[in-house]
């Protein structure tokens, strides 16, 4: 089935903690899966991807470790700013054929960070 | 980088006008787009997937007669909202995939920056 957000829960972080962000993901059989940032108003935005044979990959102050024997998703960002401050969705895809793209949303969880 | 452009970004109507929304790739070619529907402090919700030059796919729920997809040319697709009702009142948002992308670069999937639609 799709994961589905009614009310999305909320993390709370002072400013220079590191914050993790989990999802859970539906389809055992997804074998791409984003990492989104959406501020108020504005389409999500790219953060950081992960395939499938990966269980770990870093980026810029963010990591993402993907546990597929759970089907569990986790963003950890570093040195979390104020800028930081959004709601961050994870998304998944079966990539195979031509259904790439075709993105299932988590629940999404609202970051605020407190300077 | 690649860049999706969608059109209008707010747009407020009476309940049973239909209203037309816009989503562009600006710099790449785009066989396939996506269109998304947000309620406020939701999940994005796939609502279909528009081909070009041919029928759009539909996720199920989702009417296909109230919200017609049409996308004649690889760089645009139209959603349009019809006879619109309060109910209908939400965040739209499409996508864009780009296929011709060299494959060291890992974002391929680019999101326009949103429709926020009222219906009075």
């Known amino acids: 089935g799709e994961s589905v957000g009614l009310h999305l829960p909320t993390l709370s972080v002072q400013e220079g903690d590191n914050s993790i962000i989990n999802c859970a993901y539906s389809n055992s059989a997804s074998d791409y899966f984003i990492w989104y940032k959406q501020e108020s108003g504005k389409g999500p935005q790219f953060i950081i991807d992960?395939?499938?044979?990966?269980d770990k990959r870093q980026g810029q102050r963010v990591t993402v470790l993907l546990n597929k024997t759970v089907k569990h998703l986790s963003l950890q960002i570093a040195a979390t700013q104020p800028g930081d401050s959004a709601v961050y969705f994870c998304a998944e895809n079966f990539a195979g054929g031509t259904s790439y793209g075709k993105l299932t949303f988590g629940q999404g969880t609202i970051l605020t960070v407190h300077p | 980088g690649a860049v999706v452009s969608q059109h209008p970004s707010w747009v407020i109507c009476k309940s049973g006008t239909s209203v037309k929304i816009e989503c562009r790739s600006l710099d790449f070619q785009a066989t396939t787009m996506f269109w998304y529907r947000q309620f406020p402090k939701q999940s994005l919700m796939l609502m279909a997937t528009?081909?070009?030059?041919?029928?759009?796919?539909?996720e199920q729920g989702v009417e296909k007669d109230k919200f017609l997809i049409n996308h004649a040319s690889l760089t645009l697709s139209t959603l349009t909202v019809t006879s619109a009702h309060p109910e209908d009142s939400s965040f739209y948002i499409c996508?864009?995939?780009?296929?011709?992308?060299?494959?060291?670069?890992?974002?391929?999937?680019?999101f326009g920056s949103g429709t926020q639609l009222s219906v009075l």
């Open positions: 996508s864009a995939r780009d296929t011709d992308r060299a494959p060291a670069t890992n974002e391929k999937l680019f």
């Open positions: 992960i395939r499938s044979n990966m």
């Open positions: 528009s081909n070009e030059g041919s029928k759009a796919t539909y």
